[in-house]
């Protein structure tokens, strides 16, 4: 009799709420190497609105170009740039 292996995924939960977030340190980063947006900006070669929403933690999707260039352009690991939060158990 062969057992059925468990499968080590977990299955998402119904609500996205539940799945943790992803939180940029953009914000963190600029205020310790006090460097402005509009200096990030120019050394980029981003709009300030794009950067502004990175800062701010307001965007649904990343864009691997844009964190290549803000990695290249902060001198930072992608790990310091960004970080998983995972969702509180219950």
């Known amino acids: 009799m062969r057992v059925k292996k468990e499968n080590p995924l977990r299955q998402l939960p119904a609500n ?7 939180k940029i340190h953009l914000k963190e980063i600029l205020e310790e190497r006090d460097i402005s947006l509009n200096q990030l900006s120019f050394r980029a070669e981003m709009q300030r609105t794009q950067l502004r929403n990175y800062r701010d933690n307001k965007i649904q999707r990343l864009d691997i170009d844009i964190l290549n260039r803000l990695c290249y352009v902060l001198e930072c690991d992608l ?4 970080e998983y939060i995972p969702p509180e158990t219950e």
């Open 16 to 22: 996205s709420n539940n799945y943790g977030e992803i």
């Open 79 to 82: 790990n310091d740039l960004i």
